[in-house]
């Protein structure tokens, strides 16, 4: 998830950063127009995806960290001891 916000981040800021460094003369292929239109319609968007996939990465990881496994509160009590077996009775 963490990856996807990454691609996403450059995704948006990329363009902008080409259009600023005018890399290989790009500005003078691309019309403001479509300057205009990348910048206030499409780069925000791509930005607030990848700090959100982010965030959520984040999130799942620090919820991983915090909770125990599952298997660990099935073979262990909070006192750090394995549980007694249990018997039948007839």
Known sequence: MAITG???LVRGVAPQVILAANVAAFVDQVGQLEEHWSLILWNPWFIF???LSIAAAALSLSDMRVQPSPWRLHCETPHGRAP???TLRR
């Open 84 to 86: 007694k077996p249990l």
């Open 6 to 8: 990454v691609g996403l």
């Open 49 to 51: 995806g990848g700090v």
